[in-house]
């Protein structure tokens, strides 16, 4: 079963600052972008 959209953003929604700055690293590391 495929993850929606609104599972995402609710996940993220409940997240601290300190956790999306995590997210945002692996999401930089695991496709080779930057999000600067």
């Known amino acids: 079963m495929?993850?929606?959209k609104d599972d995402i953003l609710?996940?993220?929604s409940e997240m601290s600052v300190?956790?999306?700055n995590e997210?945002?690293?692996a999401f930089e590391e695991k496709f080779?972008?930057?999000a600067a």
Request: overall charge neutral; aromatic content about 0%.
């Open 32 to 34: 080779g972008v930057s």
């Open 10 to 12: 609710n996940a993220v």
């Open 18 to 20: 300190m956790d999306l």
């Open 23 to 25: 997210l945002v690293k």
């Open 2 to 4: 495929a993850i929606s």
